[in-house]
């Protein structure tokens, strides 16, 4: 919990993403709504005893502020969450402190049947979106799973489709059309109402694209080790994601430096330059496990001199955190996907690829390091 000295500065600070004031007061259903809605964010801490202004207004009575506060908390929140309660004195006033932590089961709501999620210094009702995500982030609803509006069996490479399940000597090719529709219903490439799902579309689709506007990469090599440094290259790489996957490793190979020297009549690499599977690793974690519900930013691959950075949409999950991502713990944003692509051989489903680029990165002291950026996930691995 916080000192005295932490709460002084926090209260100069003023509310934000973080931290919220409330008059000692304040409404069981306002209360409510604010732990719904750091719950449903980044989670945060509600000063009580503390006015919108900063001013501080204290505790008053002889309530039993702790109990209240974990009955709304328990009560008032669906589903019920537990908070951590301390107070301190300032200026000879009680303020109550209530650390909200990050959600491990989100969507949050309160009774009144209110989604919440906290913006800048305020809440806001979910929109529809925000709230699809929220439900991804706790695995109650795959977003890979839903048919594409405008799609049907034309979108789909047959081609593709038929050597795919020649691997389990099944002749799509000479299937009834009954039976082939049936085939790819069952298989997830189409949904019931005939439209290619969105992971049918994003490994079997002709053009995935014309549906899924930024479901690509979109690479950028700058000079230097910031943003705003001259461009070397930029490419942005669309079709399906095994192709994609395929197509980035090979612009990163193309991009990337190899300090060598003559030794005898041989060129000999002098550098040190991450294994290809560090890089195909990355690539296909952004890709397989991105928040495709999330339409407005495709995966962006930035070199740099000194890194390269590999810029996903979508947060992880609520139960993976950063340090069990490491450690090889891993969940399936999108199952179906993950299923094509470990068929394809691509993926092993076994939790061994960030372990394994940690572990690489060590062993030649670099750092490789994981940050939630909003509604983003960014992997840094320094070179």
């Given at each position: ?269 002098t550098g040190f330059i991450y ?38 949409p979508g947060k992880l999950p ?66």
């Open positions: 919990m916080y000192n005295k000295e932490e709460i002084i500065q926090l209260i100069k600070g003023g509310e934000n993403s973080s931290v919220e004031f409330k008059a000692p007061d304040v409404k069981i259903d306002s209360l409510a709504r604010e732990i719904v809605a750091f719950s449903n964010t980044n989670g945060g801490v509600i000063l009580l005893g503390v006015e919108d202004n900063g001013e501080i207004s204290g505790l008053q009575g002889n309530k039993n502020f702790e109990e209240w506060a974990a009955n709304i908390a328990r009560n008032n929140v669906i589903p019920a969450i537990s908070i951590e309660y301390d107070e301190v004195e300032i200026e000879n006033k009680k303020i109550a402190i209530l650390e909200v932590n990050k959600g491990k089961d989100k969507p949050y709501q309160t009774v009144k049947h209110q989604f919440l999620i906290r913006v800048g210094s305020t809440n806001r009702v979910t929109t529809q979106a925000e709230l699809m995500r929220l439900f991804q982030q706790s695995g109650v609803f795959h977003f890979d799973s839903n048919g594409v509006e405008g799609t049907s069996f034309s979108d789909l490479n047959l081609t593709k489709i038929d050597q795919y399940f020649n691997r389990y000597e099944i002749d799509f090719s000479r299937e009834t059309e009954a039976d082939r529709f049936n085939l790819l219903k069952n298989s997830d490439i189409l949904d019931e109402d005939g439209c290619v799902t969105v992971a049918g579309l994003l490994i079997f689709g002709i053009n995935p694209q014309r549906y899924l506007y930024n479901a690509s990469i979109s690479f950028a090599h700058f000079k230097g080790n910031e943003i705003t440094g001259d461009l070397i290259d930029k490419q942005n790489i669309e079709s399906t994601i095994d192709y994609q996957v395929d197509t980035a490793l090979s612009v990163i190979k193309n991009n990337l430096l190899h300090p060598s020297s003559i030794i005898g009549t041989k060129r000999v690499d294994s290809d599977k560090v890089f195909r690793e990355l690539l296909l974690n952004a890709c397989v496990h991105r928040n495709y519900a999330i339409s407005g930013s495709s995966i962006r691959v930035f070199l740099f001199d000194d890194r390269i950075e590999f810029i996903s609520n139960t993976v955190t950063i340090e069990k991502l490491k450690a090889g713990v891993s969940y399936a944003v999108n199952p179906i996907i993950v299923k094509f692509m470990e068929n394809l051989r691509y993926i092993d489903k076994l939790g061994r690829g960030i372990p394994m680029v940690c572990k690489e990165a060590e062993r030649n002291n670099k750092e490789v390091t994981f940050k939630e950026l909003g509604e983003e996930f960014k992997v840094t691995l320094y070179l």
